[in-house]
């Protein structure tokens, strides 16, 4: 990974029509870029593991591989990346942005769609568009494990509980033996309705040492 101690021509008209972002917000992102990279033109796995902020997320390493799975590069691509540039970082980063006020209905249609595909994604780890039991366990697993009150096994039992739920509530007319194979993006977009997003993912442009993204606790 070859370092850059100039700094690279941004096309900054070009960046905030794919990403959204004023450019004010492009250069502070490109700063915390620069640290996390130690000036190279590429950030690894590695250096986002080495955020304060990040330590104690339950989904951490959710959060991580998200900045590197192509699904979220708005590219209608698949797999992941070793590294990624800035111009890449940006575009993860958009699924974190506050919709414009002055957006239009459908704009925000597209933006809240684009927010729940990213969090998507995060679950539907193997790509198939299917959320399935086992990478729900995963996540749920995560989620309440870390925190030391809860064991493996309780929590386990508590992501089986939720994907029976999420089963009986999207497939009511389910016979006792039908196998139900998971959460579809629609089925996701249906848990999710109603719920407001933007308080729940979000980043904190200015404050460069602790860029944070949080992911709260949904609740109707």
């Known amino acids: ?23 004010e917000q492009i250069k502070n992102l490109y700063q915390r870029f620069q640290q996390l990279s130690g ?9 986002l593991e080495r955020i304060p902020a990040l330590n104690n997320n339950p989904i951490r390493k959710q959060i991580i591989t998200a900045f590197f799975d192509k699904r979220n590069q708005h590219q209608n691509d698949v797999g992941s990346l070793d590294e990624i540039g800035f111009e890449q970082f940006l575009m993860v980063m958009s699924h974190f942005r506050p919709v414009n006020s002055t957006a239009t209905e459908e704009e925000k249609v597209t933006v809240r769609k684009q927010k729940l ?15 399935t039991l086992d990478e729900y366990r995963t996540v749920v697993e995560e989620l309440l494990s870390q925190s030391g009150a809860i064991e493996t096994e309780v929590a386990r039992s508590i992501a089986d509980a939720a994907m029976l739920e999420v089963a009986s509530t ?3 007319h389910m016979a ?7 959460i579809t993006f629609e089925h996701f977009e249906q848990i999710l309705k109603g719920i407001e997003m933007e308080s729940r993912m979000s980043i904190r442009f200015l404050d460069m040492n602790t860029a944070t993204m949080r992911c709260g606790k949904l609740s109707s």
């Open 1 to 23: 990974m070859g370092a850059s101690q100039t700094r690279p021509e941004h096309n900054y008209d070009d960046l905030t029509d794919k990403s959204g972002f004023s450019q």
């Open 176 to 182: 006792p033996d039908d196998f139900y194979e998971g």
């Open 117 to 131: 595909r990213f969090l998507f994604n995060m679950h539907d780890t193997d790509n198939d568009g299917i959320i």
């Open 170 to 172: 999207n497939v009511p």
């Open 39 to 47: 000036n190279h033109e590429k950030i690894s796995r590695d250096d």
